[in-house]
C-alpha cells in the first residue's frame, strides 16, 4: 500500500501512527507530497479529488480518503476492534473523541490562515478570535472528562487499549502544540499529563512532525 503523506499534516500522522500501532507500518510505502489550497499537487488531485492527504492507495478499495476512512480500513486490515471499538458506548466514545480532536485541528488550521498564512491585509481577526475560541472551549472539556482525570490519578495514562479517539486527540494536540498554536497546558493540565504519556508511545516517537507549508504566491 502506498500512503500519500505529509510530514507536518496532523490527519496524516493520525493514519501512520494507527499504522504503527496496528503492526501494519512495515506494509506502508510513505510518500510526502506537499499540498496546499495555494499550492496544486497533480499527484495527489489524481488520486484525490479535493488535492488533499492523506490518501492511502490499495489493490482492493482504490485511493481511500480521507484520514477517518483510512484508518477505518487499517483497523480492518489489523483485526477489527482494535482500534475502533465495535459495538455499544465505547465504539461511540472513541468516535466522538475522534470528531473532536479533528474538530481541534480545523480550528487550528483556520486560526493559522488568519494570523501567519493569510496576506496581513485579508486577515480577518475576529474569525481568529472565533477559531482560538474554539480551541479554549475544547481544552476546558477535555480537562473535565473524568477519563483523563481518572488515568492520571492511577498513573494509568497509557492503556493498553489505545483508541482512534485517543491516537486522534494525542496527534492534534502535538500538531497544535508544533504549530504554536493556543496553549493546553496551563489551562488543561490533567490532559498536558495524559498526553505527555502518550506522546512517549512508539508509534508518536516514530511519527516526529517535521516541515513548514508551502503555499502559493499570493495573487
Known amino acids: 500500500m502506498t500512503l500519500l503523506y505529509q510530514s507536518h499534516s496532523p490527519y496524516a500522522r493520525k493514519v501512520l501512527v494507527c ?5 501494519l507500518a512495515e506494509r506502508l510505502d510513505v510518500v510526502h507530497h506537499e499540498t496546499s489550497p495555494t499550492n496544486r499537487n497533480d499527484a495527489v488531485f489524481a488520486a484525490n479529488p479535493l488535492g488533499k492527504v492523506p490518501v492511502l492507495l490499495t489493490s482492493d478499495a482504490g485511493a481511500l480518503f480521507d484520514s477517518t476512512v483510512i484508518c477505518d480500513y487499517l483497523d480492518r486490515l489489523g483485526g ?29 488550521i483556520a486560526l493559522r490562515w488568519e494570523t501567519v498564512r493569510r496576506p496581513e491585509a485579508q486577515r480577518y481577526p475576529p474569525l481568529a478570535q472565533g477559531q482560538a ?52 497546558r496551563k489551562r488543561a493540565p490533567r490532559l498536558a499529563a495524559w498526553h505527555d504519556a502518550f506522546c512517549r508511545r512508539a508509534s508518536m516517537q516514530a511519527t516526529p512532525y517535521d516541515g513548514e507549508t508551502q503555499d502559493g504566491a499570493p495573487r
Open 19 to 23: 499504522a504503527h500501532e496496528l503492526g
Open 133 to 184: 475560541a474554539k480551541l479554549l472551549e475544547a481544552y476546558d472539556h477535555l480537562e473535565g472528562q473524568a477519563q483523563f482525570a481518572g488515568q492520571v490519578a492511577a498513573g494509568q495514562v497509557t492503556n493498553d487499549q489505545v483508541t482512534i479517539g485517543q491516537i486522534a486527540l494525542a496527534t492534534a494536540l502535538a500538531w497544535l502544540e508544533f504549530r504554536d498554536m493556543p496553549d493546553f
Open 80 to 108: 477489527a476492534g482494535s482500534l475502533v471499538p465495535r459495538d455499544g458506548p465505547a465504539r461511540y466514545e472513541a468516535l466522538r473523541l475522534q470528531a473532536l480532536a479533528q474538530g481541534l485541528c480545523d480550528a487550528g
